[in-house]
């Protein structure tokens, strides 16, 4: 399916009223599809899934599950190195289309997406995962037990079940996330850390544009080899500003 398609076959779901999503909303995904520059091609369709429940301020929710679509831009490959930029568009909720615009604050491999759900001590899963106590891509302990998750700097945050975390996000400068709106109030960050930012298990890949300043919502991910991010990798997407191709 082309670009063209594509954007035609999203204009005709309907539009669900009164979900405008709030700049700074935080959107945890685990991507559907996979991302390799040897094989993608410009405008091909990128499709992930929300992980956790999200409460938007008018008191509309978007279910775990619910998915989000978008595409890539272009796709650059040479010797040596390899780049990709992306961009989210929509979240498909039960049948309605919420426009979306998202950059990137971090990115996880699937091998580090399940190893974040899985209790830190070997012999905790003899026991119910109610009691389990698991380590949040970036470092945050989760207590299940106590309900509740711990940050570096004594910031505190809630567990929800299964594994669903809400916590405040913590700026992260030196990484590249320096703060702006979101920072205010806790966030669905599900097996992300606070303070998360840039990308785990993927030592080759970086994040070159985060989406978040200009180009508006466009995601460029550089790597010095091929990169190759499989379905099953965890995305913590944050919703940013109006792009240009939404103004028009």
Excluded at 26 to 49: F, H
Excluded at 58 to 64: A, D, H, N, Y
Excluded at 127 to 154: E, L, Y
Aim: with cysteine.
């Amino acid at each position: 399916m082309n670009r063209i398609t594509f954007t035609i076959a999203l204009l005709l779901l309907p539009v669900a009223p009164s979900h405008k999503i709030p700049v700074g909303t935080v959107i945890p995904v685990m991507l559907s599809s996979s991302l390799n520059a040897a094989k993608d091609k410009p405008d091909s369709k990128l499709e992930a899934r929300v992980m956790q429940e999200i409460t938007l301020p008018s008191g509309v929710k978007i279910r775990e599950g619910a998915r989000i679509l978008g595409h890539t831009v272009s796709v650059s490959k040479g010797a040596p190195g390899s780049s990709i930029v992306v961009k989210f568009n929509a979240i498909q909720d039960e049948g309605n289309r919420i426009p979306v615009t998202t950059g990137l604050l971090a990115v996880a491999s699937m091998a580090f997406v399940s190893d974040a759900q899985r209790p830190v001590s070997v012999n905790s899963d003899l026991g119910p995962d109610t009691q389990w106590v698991t380590r949040q891509v970036g470092g945050d302990i989760v207590k299940r037990g106590w309900g509740k998750v711990f940050a570096s700097g004594g910031i505190e945050g809630r567990w929800m079940g299964g594994s669903s975390v809400a916590i405040k996000l913590t700026p992260n400068a030196q990484a590249g996330c320096s703060g702006g709106p979101g920072y205010e109030h806790e966030q669905a960050v599900w097996i992300f850390s606070s303070a998360a930012c840039g990308t785990y298990g993927l030592s080759d890949v970086k994040i070159a544009s985060s989406g978040v300043t200009k180009p508006i919502g466009e995601i460029g991910l550089s790597s010095d080899r091929n990169i190759n991010i499989r379905g099953g990798s965890g995305w913590l997407l944050i919703v940013a500003g109006q792009s240009s191709e939404d103004a028009e």
